[in-house]
């Protein structure tokens, strides 16, 4: 098992996210624990900004967040993306606009995210999350299947 650290941060004084701090390429980053997320997900901006040469593949279905119907949905192969001590080669991640998650993070909690982790990675990890040790334990054999 790996243990990858975990930031908590308080919402307003009456919810609480989880933080983990990543690599994707050369760029460290912060993104969003979320158990309800199905897919990893990028924001489209931090891409395009960051990454010039990404390929971003258009899906046909769009994508519901919270608070909104319908996003336009991207894909995008991800390489490099290491999460604690874990390196995953190549990620098939979901790619939005998710400049007001962005802008919630950095007016509530002075936070700089470019994305979720989601349900791909915890489920391939066989995830647990250890809240009285703020600590992600994945499993890196699962992880390291199916990249």
Same mark, same amino acid.
Not at 97 to 117: M, P
């Given at each position: 098992?790996?243990?990858?650290? #975990?930031?908590?941060? !308080?919402?307003?004084?009456? *919810?609480?996210? $989880? ?5 994707? &390429? ?19 901006? @931090?891409?395009?900004?960051? @990454?010039?040469?990404?390929? $971003? ?10 608070? +909104? /119907? ?13 999460? &604690?001590?874990?390196? /995953?080669? !190549? ?7 998710? +400049?007001?998650? /962005?802008? @919630?993070? !950095? ?9 979720? $982790? *989601? *349900?791909? /990675?915890? #489920? ?7 809240? =009285?040790? #703020?600590? #992600?334990?994945? +499993?890196?054999?699962?992880? =390291?299947?199916?990249?």
């Amino acid at each position: 098992m790996i243990k990858v650290p #975990l930031e908590l941060v !308080e919402i307003e004084g009456n *919810g609480c996210h $989880l933080l983990v701090e990543a690599t994707i &390429g050369e760029e460290l980053v912060m993104l969003v624990l979320d158990t309800g997320a199905s897919r990893t997900v990028i924001d489209k901006g @931090f891409l395009e900004s960051q @990454f010039q040469e990404i390929q $971003l593949n258009a899906e046909e279905t769009s994508s519901a967040g919270v608070g +909104s /119907i319908d996003l336009e949905s991207f894909t995008t192969q991800l390489k490099g993306v290491q999460i &604690g001590v874990l390196m /995953i080669p !190549e990620l098939e991640a979901a790619v939005i606009d998710l +400049s007001q998650l /962005i802008d @919630f993070y !950095e007016l509530k909690v002075s936070k700089k995210i470019a994305g979720v $982790l *989601g *349900g791909d /990675i915890l #489920l391939k990890g066989n995830a647990v999350i250890d809240y =009285a040790r #703020l600590e #992600l334990l994945l +499993s890196k054999h699962e992880l =390291a299947m199916d990249n």
